[in-house]
């Protein structure tokens, strides 16, 4: 994980309405092309990091790289879930992430209970890494204030 810390940015597309809000955990997807721009060792599975919509507050997410195994996807995804609730929907708006920790592959699973408890369990262990200090520090990362200082808003 050379890359590590990762930032990026990009718009929130629609995913494939699979309703991952069914299961509890609506994710953010990524265009294609932010996908199609990751560094080749940025290696497909379930990382952790920061990350903010728009020029809103930065918050912790969890991040899924890869295929979707137990939904068999033939397209490489990205999706983010942020441990926040949000008014409503952001499809549109431009969400940056700063990928900062790696905790396990993608994986297949028997049934849908055991991915959603699986992703459960990714979301209270990033929560618990992101208390780090060398983690907490890239919330005050630069890379999320340069949204908000280009919005001038007339003054
Ligand atoms: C933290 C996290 C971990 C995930 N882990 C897996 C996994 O191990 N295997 C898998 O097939 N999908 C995994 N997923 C992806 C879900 O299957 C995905 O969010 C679901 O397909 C809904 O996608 P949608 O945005 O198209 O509705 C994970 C998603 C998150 C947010
Ligand atoms: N905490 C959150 N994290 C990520 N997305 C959220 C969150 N709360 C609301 N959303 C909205 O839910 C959408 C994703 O829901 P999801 O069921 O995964 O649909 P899709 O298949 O279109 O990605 C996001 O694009 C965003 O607009
Ligand atoms: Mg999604």
New binding site residues.
């Given amino acids: 994980m050379r890359h590590l810390p990762y930032f990026c940015r990009g718009q929130v597309v629609r ?7 069914q ?1 509890g ?3 953010a ?1 990524f265009p294609e092309q932010v996908v199609d721009n990751l560094p080749a060792d940025v290696s497909t599975g ?1 990382y952790y990091g920061w990350a903010s919509v728009g020029s809103g507050d930065v918050h912790k997410m ?3 790289i ?6 068999k ?1 033939t397209k490489k ?1 990205m ?3 942020i441990m926040h609730t949000f008014k409503e929907d952001f499809y549109g708006e431009i969400l940056s992430v700063a990928i900062v920790g790696y ?7 028997d049934s849908l209970e055991s ?1 959603i408890s ?2 459960h369990g ?2 209270e262990e ?1 929560k618990k890494r992101l208390d780090l200090p060398e983690h907490l520090k890239l919330k005050e990362d630069n890379f999320f204030r340069v949204p908000k200082s280009k919005i001038m808003n007339g003054h």
């Fill in positions: 995913g494939f309405g699979r309703g991952s809000k299961l955990i609506p994710t997807n379930i969890v991040v899924s890869g295929w979707n195994p137990y939904y996807n995804s999706e983010t879930h905790l396990r592959p993608e994986k297949n699973f991915l699986a992703i990714d979301i990033a």
